[in-house]
């Protein structure tokens, strides 16, 4: 069974600009967070899907969107980039709701901000 | 608000030996889940062990084993004969079970087995 691939795995963008990142689940999995990982911060959640629809969201700005499809793929989108926004952005796929399911991480997208 | 703190930034171990990471987190919930996280360099996160809050028997995942200590919110992850692919930083995680999938890390720890 194949993994969570995201795509692209490494992306430069200037200042100001807007990127989407996509996220394939495994197979038949129904759930897609997404997390932000950065040397100062750690990782933080930035949001989850399931169903297509937004279950919970962190703490992040509005720039910061996402949303699933009915293959349960999962993009995400931060409109008017910011020097700061450059980090690794991890998802990660479940069959389902709830810590039992266990979480599998994609290989992640590290995004570079110029 | 759950909080996970993770006070080795980095750790070293000798091949074969043994190693512990250290792992507190701050809740003010009865239900929750507590997980390591392994990610080796530039692989894929992967879990290595989880702990229901329920359970006072410690997990253990071949290796790996954790010790539990729930008053204490302590949740510390104990690596037995150290091997090279051990390399990697650790996460200590936290998730409740009402609030989704939504995993709380902690700062992580840089593990080096030296051979």
């Known amino acids: 069974k194949a993994g969570v691939t995201q795509t692209p795995r490494y992306l430069i963008k200037t200042r100001g600009q807007q990127v989407t990142l996509s996220c394939s689940p495994i197979?038949?999995?129904?759930?897609v967070s997404w997390y932000q990982q950065t040397p100062g911060q750690g990782l933080q959640f930035l949001f989850e899907?399931?169903?297509?629809?937004?279950?919970n969201k962190g703490n992040f700005p509005g720039r910061f969107s996402g949303r699933q499809f009915s293959n349960s793929r999962s993009e995400m989108n931060v409109s008017t980039l910011e020097l700061g926004d450059s980090a690794l952005y991890l998802c990660?796929?479940?069959?389902?709701?709830?810590?039992?399911?266990?979480?599998?991480f994609g290989p992640g997208t590290r995004l570079t901000v110029t | 608000a759950q909080t996970v703190t993770q006070s080795q930034p980095e750790m070293s171990v000798q091949e074969a030996e043994t190693v512990t990471l250290s792992c507190t987190y701050d809740?003010?919930?009865?239900?929750?889940?507590l997980f390591w996280y392994k990610q080796p360099p530039s692989r894929q996160m992967i879990l290595v062990i989880r702990?229901?809050?329920?359970?006072?028997q410690n997990a253990t995942e071949n290796r790996f084993s954790v010790n539990f200590q729930k008053a204490a919110k302590s949740f510390s992850l104990k690596i037995s004969d150290s091997q090279l692919g051990d390399t990697a930083m650790y996460f200590c995680?936290?998730?409740?079970?009402?609030?989704?999938?939504?995993?709380?890390f902690g700062g992580g720890t840089r593990l080096m087995v030296k051979p």
């Open positions: 990660a796929s479940s069959l389902a709701i709830g810590p039992v399911y266990e979480q599998y």
């Open positions: 197979s038949g999995h129904r759930s």
């Open positions: 899907y399931f169903s297509e629809t937004q279950r």
């Open positions: 809740t003010s919930e009865n239900n929750y889940y």
């Open positions: 702990q229901e809050a329920y359970k006072q």
């Open positions: 995680a936290f998730m409740t079970t009402n609030a989704g999938n939504m995993l709380t």
